[in-house]
């Protein structure tokens, strides 16, 4: 249907739908004429964003999926992720980092490889988009220090891009204790700064782009699956998007129902050939990688995006996590993560032709890539203690075996064309019958050798 849709495209859809699908329209309304796919009975005391949502719906009508997700999730009152500490063994769930540190060693070994392939720019900036409590960059900034001799006087920062204020606390105690402190002024786009044990700065931001521009390497990992999707359906009378509505017979309770006309949503977000019955589309992170694409062109880099996903081939993925078991998403909303997977064929064509895309590969494959087998046998041979010997054992194999996220996880990369293009060869008789270098392989996409 559409060959590209930019950055500003995408921004103004976003802001339009927000008006549109939820205004009330012919055929709207609690008993109205909206095909209904499944209800979905609410606790008998509904927190206060059910009050909120409920009382919005009746207000303006039926919300898409997307709006919904945002407001459980980023409400600046009652939001999943803003009031609630939900990453870790005792939370909703836990991520890669949190169950082995080789995780975070091996995402360190990628950043600085790139790095090096880019020439060993004089300044690095590390950027995480949506942190956690910090582990993944703890584990990233331990491999900077212990390659420090590789990095030589190379000026390394860290850049947190994070919403939640509750997690940035969390983050600025994990990575630099005491030594960080609040923005004086609330519109300061950097509002929180701070250092870490060994001098490094670190600076929190609620939004990408108000990170200074230099070379930098963006790491967003379970970042993307949080972002809201549109949900559309194939029907006889062409695609409609899926919302959210009110139970008439369940006052409490949240339902899903088909738009009776097509939305700007369904006219603008669904491919031409597309061939799923059930699409869903994450509008902000198309904006997000378009942003990223334009950052890695103007000052060269690299992003990797690790994420639960697939490459344009699912359908309903959309689904939610409590106390690490799957939960109803629109049962007692803003007491659970909400997710949906990454449809990376999606984000690949939204980064258009001005950065070279890799992947996704499965994390079992990046990870054996990058080498974790080998470090497995180092930390194997210099560990005596049984009981550690069998978490090192256990946490290998959550990560990499395929039935658990071996490969249900993925990676996906985007970089500056020029990191894979072969350097152009000096004039001159004898240096023009010399082959020109090839590039660099990109560690995790490529199998690499160990001499």
């Not at 994070?162 to 300061?188: F, H, I, M, Y």
């Not at 994420?307 to 081939?313: A, F, L, P, V």
């Amino acid at each position: 249907m559409r060959l590209f849709v930019g950055v500003k495209s995408l921004q103004l859809v976003s802001r339009v739908l927000l008006q549109s699908c939820s205004s009330p329209a012919a055929g709207w309304g609690g008993t109205g004429p909206c095909d209904v796919l499944r209800r979905v009975h609410s606790s008998p005391r509904p927190p206060s964003v059910l009050k909120h949502l409920t009382a919005k719906i009746k207000a303006t009508g039926p919300i898409p999926v997307a709006e919904y997700m945002r407001e459980v999730l980023t409400n600046p009152v009652t939001g999943y992720y803003v009031k609630k500490d939900m990453l870790g063994p005792d939370a909703d769930f836990i991520t890669s980092p949190e169950i082995s540190q080789i995780f975070g060693e091996l995402v360190g070994v990628w950043i600085i490889s790139e790095w090096m392939a880019a020439g060993r720019p004089r300044s690095l900036q590390l950027v995480e988009l949506g942190p956690g409590k910090g582990s993944l960059a703890g584990d990233i900034l331990r491999v900077c220090s212990q390659l420090r001799s590789v990095l030589g006087e190379t000026l390394v920062s860290l850049h947190l891009v994070e919403v939640s204020p509750a997690l940035s606390v969390v983050q600025a105690q994990n990575l630099t204790g005491t030594c960080n402190r609040k923005a004086d002024a609330e519109d300061d786009p950097v509002y929180r700064r701070g250092r870490t044990g060994a001098g490094l700065p670190v600076s929190w931001y609620r939004r990408l782009e108000d990170v200074p521009a230099d070379f930098s390497v963006f790491v967003a990992h379970e970042f993307f699956d949080a972002l809201p999707v549109h949900k559309f359906q194939r029907t006889d009378k062409g695609w409609r998007e899926v919302m959210v509505d009110v139970d008439p017979d369940k006052p409490d309770a949240l339902r899903f129902v088909v738009s009776p006309s097509p939305t700007l949503a369904s006219s603008i977000l669904v491919q031409a050939d597309e061939r799923r019955d059930h699409v869903e589309v994450c509008a902000e992170g198309g904006v997000i990688v378009q942003q990223l694409a334009r950052r890695i062109t103007q000052d060269s880099g690299a992003a990797l995006i690790a994420d639960y996903g697939h490459d344009g081939t699912k359908m309903d993925t959309f689904r939610g996590f409590k106390e690490h078991q799957l939960h109803d998403v629109l049962s007692s909303p803003g007491s659970a993560d909400l997710t949906a997977d990454v449809d990376f064929s999606y984000l690949r064509r939204m980064a258009g032709g001005s950065v070279t895309c890799l992947g996704p590969v499965s994390q079992r494959t990046f990870l054996k890539n990058m080498g974790i087998d080998a470090r497995m046998q180092v930390l194997l041979r210099n560990c005596t203690d049984p009981s550690t010997r069998r978490q090192l054992i256990s946490s290998y194999n959550m990560l990499t075996d395929p039935a658990k996220m071996g490969h249900r996880f993925h990676f996906f990369s985007l970089l500056h064309p020029s990191r894979l293009s072969r350097p152009s060869r000096p004039a001159g008789l004898k240096l023009e019958r010399k082959r020109s270098p090839a590039p660099l392989p990109v560690a995790g996409f490529s199998e690499l050798s160990f001499s």
